[in-house]
Structure formats: structure tokens, C-alpha cells
């Protein structure tokens, strides 16, 4: 593990750093580099709505192209698959020799979608959390665990600058663990996919489909599968799966023990080794650029599909009524996305 006492942030300094992007992640990269003492310039499309976003905090904003040429390291925050477009147009022909260019998220890497010249140093920092809590962890004097990652080296000196970038974001208050972009994305996808997004919502979906269509109210069905997840996923990320089940009544525990396996059998993890395997011979990825080159049919439709699921309609209602949760990310608006 890498802590802040491993990295020296002074070797950012006299550095310009380009943040390409200001969603999720490049807001909180930049805004967290720029408190640190980092000097930030965010780059985007003109025209972008987030312009004004940006300038609101106080940040420099310029076109891609600008904000690339004057820049020492150029962090690459657009969505995944628009960063090789912007890559070939904006970013490379504008890159100094020299300079240092930084991931998130190991994807175009992996797959082969950009491949950086020789000479450009090639890092990943990627936060283990959304971009959102990156910030809000950091305005609290806190942080969120990075992993780091050093795909091409040409300066010598790539740890140290993905050390310093990674202590300037704070991640190194909770705390660096080192990677390869190789593991970094195929594991990252495989969490989001099998467990964390894709298995999570899959298991809720079915839970609240299983009560409801055995005449249960959905109100009910929505507080017993979907509300009370999070605080049992509370106690896994304090004392993992042991403390979960420590605290639960021996009745839930039971329940655990006896079903759990009825439910996620065998053959669930046959399938979770089957979209492993999508992800890492690059099929996954195929078929996500593929759609979204051509306008991303698929993925809107999939979309639509989730947000017209009848447990979408029940919590908005259950939570326009009850105070027990509030929004914290202002940005997010429900049925926008
Ligand atoms: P996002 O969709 O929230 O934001 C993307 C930003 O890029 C927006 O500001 C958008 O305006 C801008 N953009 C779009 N097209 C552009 C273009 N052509 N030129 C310049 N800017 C453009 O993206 P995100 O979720 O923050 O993801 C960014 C990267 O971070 C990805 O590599 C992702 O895998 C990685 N990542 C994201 C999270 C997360 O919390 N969302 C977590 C870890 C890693
Ligand atoms: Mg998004
Ligand atoms: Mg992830
Ligand atoms: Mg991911
Ligand atoms: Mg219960
Ligand atoms: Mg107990």
C-alpha cells in the first residue's frame, strides 16, 4: 500500500495539468488537484454545458486542442468511448513531446484503441469509488483508495508522477495499491458487470418481481429488497461478509447459509466465468463500440427497458414521500438519464 508519506506532490510543481472532461470523475480530479496546489486547466468541446460548470468553481477553462498544448499532463476524463476520438483529433497532435498522459479507467489501453506514441509516459489512477464521493470525500479531509498503474515508461519517471497525481486527488489519504491497465480493466469491468452493477440490479429486479407477482405490495417489496441493501452493504465494506452476518438475527443468518446457495447456484458462476471470458478476449468491448458507433441503439434501448421497470416508479414515489434519503449528487436528475 502507497500512502501520502510515499508520494512527493512537488514533483507536479511547475507541471500544467489538462483535465479532459468535467463529468463524474474529471470534476472531482480537477477540483481536487487545484485545492491541492496543483496548476489545472480543464479542457473541453466548446459549446460543452459543462463550461459553465467549470468556471463557476474558479477553474480555467479551453478548447481541447489549447488546453492539451500548454499542458505537461493531459488526464483523459471524457467517456470511454468517445476518448479515442478525441485522442487522434485533439489530443495527439497537440501533445508535447515528453509529456505524461493520464487513465482513469484502462479500457482504450487494453483493447488497443489508443496507442500513445514512444516517448509519452502512460499512467493510470483510477479512484475505487464514483467521482462524486472522490470529491466530497476530499472536501471532508478524507480520500478514496486508487489503484496506479504504469503502462509505458519513457521518462524514468512515471511512478513517481502517477504517486504525485494520485496524492494530489487524495487518494493516497486512504490509501494506493499498484496495478497493471491490464488487470485494472479486466477486473473493473468484471466487478461492474457480474457483481456491482449488472448482478446487483439483476438479483433486486428479480427480488421485487418474485414479492409482487406473489401479491405482495410493491411498497413493501421495495423496502425488503432494494432500501435495506445498502445498509446490509454497509456492514460488509466495515467487517466484511462475518460482521454482515454477526449482526443480522440468527434467523436472516440461517436464511443466508440455507438459500443464498439455492439462489446464486453453481451455474451463476459458470456464467460469471463466461463474461469474464466476453471481457477478456475483447468481445465485450467490440460489441459496446460497435453500438456506440452507430448511435448506440442497444445501449438506449437497454436503458429505457430498466427505467420502465415497475420498481423504479415505486421508490420515486417512496422517496418523494419519506425523508429517510436524500440526493446528495445535485446533478443527478431522476428519469434524465
Ligand atoms: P462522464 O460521462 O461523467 O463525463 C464525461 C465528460 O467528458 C463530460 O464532462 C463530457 O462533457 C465530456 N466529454 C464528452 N465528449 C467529449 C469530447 N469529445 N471532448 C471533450 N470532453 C468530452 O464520465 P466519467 O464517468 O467521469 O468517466 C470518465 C473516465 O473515468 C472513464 O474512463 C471512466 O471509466 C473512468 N472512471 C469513472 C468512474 C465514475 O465514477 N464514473 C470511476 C472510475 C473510473
Ligand atoms: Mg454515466
Ligand atoms: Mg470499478
Ligand atoms: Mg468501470
Ligand atoms: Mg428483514
Ligand atoms: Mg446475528
Known sequence: MFYEDDADLSVLSGRKVAVVG??????????NLRDSGVDVVVGLREGSSSVAKAEEQGLAVLPVAEAVKAADLVVILAPDQVQRHVYRDEI???????ATLVFSHGFNIRF????????????????????HTVRREYVDG?????IIAVE???SGNAWDVALAYAKGIGGLRAGGIKTTFTEETETDLFGEQAVLCGGASQLVQYGFET???AGYQPEIAYFEVLHELKLIV??????GIAKQRWSISDTAEYGDYVSGPRVIDPRVKENMKAVLGDIQNGAFAERFITDQDNGAPEFKALRA??????IESTGRELRSMYAWIKDTDSDYVEGSA
Not at 234 to 239: P, S, T
Not at 305 to 310: I, S
Open 22 to 31: 468535467y463529468g463524474s470523475q474529471g470534476h472531482a480530479h480537477a477540483l
Open 92 to 98: 495527439e497532435p497537440n501533445l508535447k513531446p515528453g
Open 112 to 131: 488497443g484503441y489508443i496507442k500513445p506514441a514512444e516517448g509519452i509516459d502512460v499512467v493510470m489512477v483510477a479512484p475505487k469509488g464514483p467521482g
Open 142 to 146: 478524507r480520500g478514496v483508495p486508487v
Open 152 to 154: 509505458q515508461d519513457a
Open 211 to 213: 414479492l409482487t407477482e
Open 234 to 239: 454497509d456492514l460488509m465494506i466495515e467487517g
Open 305 to 310: 427497458k430498466g427505467e420502465a421497470h415497475p
